[in-house]
T-cell receptor
Framework: GAGVSQSPSNKVTEKGKDVELRCDPISGHTALYWYRQSLGQGLEFLIYFQGNSAPDKSGLPSDRFSAERTGGSVSTLTIQRTQQEDSAVYLC?????????????FGPGTRLTVT | AQSVTQLGSHVSVSEGALVLLRCNYSSSVPPYLFWYVQYPNQGLQLLLKYTSAATLVKGINGFEAEFKKSETSFHLTKPSAHMSDAAEYFCAVSVHNTDKLIFGTGTRLQVFP
């Protein structure tokens, strides 16, 4: 079946603009995760959804970052007033459940460049 | 709080040589541990995972890892490196009762002919 897909694959934006990143998880996966991968910070957890609710938003770096998930499926990560330090690869993953020990399946990522 | 430490940001081996990538974890509860591989310009792919069953875990592409509680380690090994193994490898621990992953800083493996 289809894996996790993300769009766009690349996004170049000007500082101060808002961006939306999309994630389509594997069908039937109840848990969805966003991570950020950057040179200086490695792989960082951002936010976790179980169904449509987000019990753990602890990794969002500032209030410019928000995410939602609708219908227990697609998720959108929004970054408002982008800054150069937001440049990174944003990875989405999904898993069958969020109860520990289950494999996460990762998408190819969205490379965000803020100029 | 859980964490993982990967010793060595870069490891170089010759084709056919043993691969050893080190990972130590810290966890106040029995951990779930994972190794993921990332090939250039691709997402992460699961190599193997430890979830408290067998301490020696076999994964894809000939990799295996041994959970050693006394050493708080989960090192990744492969008896004979292939050129296609060149990639970045991440050790991760799963936070208790969720699948939220805490990653190590990664080890880039180079394989020389």
């Amino acid at each position: 079946g289809a894996g996790v897909s993300q769009s766009p694959s690349n996004k170049v934006t000007e500082k101060g603009k808002d961006v939306e990143l999309r994630c389509d998880p594997i069908s039937g996966h109840t848990a969805l995760y966003w991570y950020r991968q950057s040179l200086g910070q490695g792989l960082e957890f951002l936010i976790y959804f179980q169904g449509n609710s987000a019990p753990d938003k602890s990794g969002l770096p500032s209030d410019r970052f928000s995410a939602e998930r609708t219908g227990g499926s697609v998720s959108t990560l929004t970054i408002q007033r982008t800054q150069q330090e937001d440049s990174a690869v944003y990875l989405c993953a999904s898993s069958r459940s969020g109860t520990g020990g289950t494999e996460q399946y990762f998408g190819p990522g969205t490379r965000l460049t803020v100029t | 709080a859980q964490s993982v430490t990967q010793l060595g940001s870069h490891v170089s081996v010759s084709e056919g040589a043993l691969v050893l990538l080190r990972c130590n974890y810290s966890s106040s509860v029995p951990p779930y541990l994972f190794w993921y591989v990332q090939y250039p310009n691709q997402g992460l792919q699961l190599l193997l995972k430890y979830t408290s069953a067998a301490t020696l875990v076999k994964g894809i592409n000939g990799f295996e890892a041994e959970f050693k509680k006394s050493e708080t380690s989960f090192h990744l090994t492969k008896p004979s490196a292939h050129m296609s193994d060149a990639a970045e490898y991440f050790c991760a621990v799963s936070v208790h009762n969720t699948d939220k992953l805490i990653f190590g800083t990664g080890t880039r493996l180079q394989v020389f002919p």
